[in-house]
């Protein structure tokens, strides 16, 4: 047994696979990371790095929305903030979410834990190394990653959507398949027209849209699982009329007739251009996102290829059986890990039975403020795929270099592949 920061121990094979998994160039199958001059214009502290997903369990255990935002508010002392935040760090120490955060703090920091005596120094250190050039030091340098899979929330004014994503060296955009703009959804201003119109008219701007930003660089769709039901023309028109005559506007999270037969449209849109649709997959919601919501849509749109998130956590098994009836399928296990270590691990194990090597891409992060957390969940991702393939190692199921094999497809050639991703690595 070895012994690592943190008291983790791990078996001779999977600490030797570890150290060969954390060498895999790797790509972030999944974030939401602003635009680097945006991370290094905000404030960032110590509890930045409980920031996020880690307000789910604290939130769980009792911790109220406002002294959330004001463990956040840089406007506050943070004495005051760090005594809000201290017991609910404790609480959820063992979480899945937690055991990121402190990935982070021990790679970067030397720091196993926030505590008194380093709260301050600490958020000295890291408001001070959020400047330029953040992202190339963190993403290439300490996470080995060569692409991120981005998507990020489009800025207000539709004219500038396209402008969002400068950096494709790094960043590469994955865009909304529904523009969620308040003004675009707006059944009597929708697609940026006031006074208009028709659904059709939005069809044609919103395929319009798709377009220009396939055309702009844009490496995939992104859309969310809802039980959609059959496209229905005449429905969708008769709930469009309606709208209009409400003055209300298109719920994108509702699988009202209008949503489904626009989703569906859309769709067809996305098919031409030959671009990989990622889905939103439950977590948020227990059955609001189900993952065999997809069926229909899937056996719908077979020249499509769908890149299913989150594993369906906790559906991880419906996933499973899912990836293997349907061709045009990726299982994807951005943000899985750090939602939970245990089940990602376990159903990691199953897709193997189940699954080709091509069929599962293992790592997204999921981050959207703070960027050095991309290592915690990625490191979490490499102990997980570690932890699987050394079994199957010590069980004399696979060799070494087969499982190293197989770590380097899950972390960089499917969705490499997947997302026609440039994989000349400098
Ligand atoms: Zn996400």
Redesign the pocket.
């Known amino acids: 047994m070895n012994t690592h920061p943190g008291g983790e121990q791990r078996r001779p094979h999977e600490e030797q696979l570890l150290e060969a998994i954390r060498r895999i160039a790797v790509i972030d199958a ?3 990371l602003l635009p680097e001059p945006q991370h290094v214009a905000q404030h960032r502290d110590a509890l930045t790095v409980y920031g996020q997903y880690t307000r789910l369990p604290m939130f769980a255990s009792g911790l109220s929305e406002e002294d959330w935002l004001r463990i956040h508010d840089p406007a506050i002392p943070l004495e005051e903030r760090w005594a809000l935040a201290k017991p609910y760090i404790f609480l959820v120490r063992h979480t899945s979410f937690a055991r990121a955060a402190r990935q982070v703090l021990k790679h970067f920091w030397n720091v196993e834990e926030l505590a008194d005596h380093n709260i301050h120094e600490l958020s000295q250190r890291i408001a001070a190394e959020n400047r330029p050039g953040i992202y190339e030091r963190v993403l290439r340098k300490e996470c080995n990653i060569v692409h991120v899979l981005n ?1 990020n929330s489009p800025p207000p004014d539709d004219r500038r959507e396209l402008d969002v994503y400068q950096d494709q060296q790094l960043l590469q955009p994955v865009v909304a398949l529904i523009d969620p703009r308040p003004q675009n959804l707006d059944v009597n201003r929708m697609g940026g027209n006031d006074g208009f119109l028709s659904l059709d008219g939005y069809l044609d701007w919103a395929r319009h849209r798709l377009r220009a930003l396939a055309e702009k660089g844009a490496v995939g769709f ?1 859309t969310f699982a809802l039980d959609y039901g059959d496209p229905d023309r005449d429905r969708a028109l008769a709930d469009f009329s309606d709208l209009k005559r409400r003055q209300a506007g298109l719920a994108y999270d509702m699988p009202t007739p209008l949503l489904s037969y626009i989703h569906d449209e859309l769709l067809k849109a996305a098919a031409a251009f030959e671009l990989v649709v990622a889905v ?1 997959t439950e977590f948020w919601g227990v059955h609001r996102h189900h993952p065999r919501y997809m069926m229909p849509i899937l056996e719908r749109h077979p020249n499509i290829r769908f890149d299913l ?2 594993s369906g956590i906790p559906y991880v098994r419906e996933m499973g059986l899912i990836g293997v009836n349907f061709r045009n399928v990726t299982v994807n296990l ?2 899985a890990h750090s939602i939970n270590a245990a089940m990602t691990c376990s159903a990691l194990d199953e897709y193997l039975d189940t699954l080709g090597s091509d069929k599962v891409i293992a790592f ?1 992060s ?1 981050v ?1 403020w703070m960027v050095e957390k991309v290592y915690g969940h990625l490191e979490l991702a490499r102990q997980n795929i570690a932890s699987v393939l050394a079994s199957r190692i010590d069980r004399g199921l696979m060799n070494f270099e087969e499982a190293l094999r197989l770590a380097k497809e899950w972390l960089f050639d499917n969705p490499a592949r997947l997302y026609k991703l440039p994989v000349v690595l400098d």
């Open positions: 999944h974030s939401h998507q992104k939103h998130f989150h951005c943000w997204g999921d959207r």
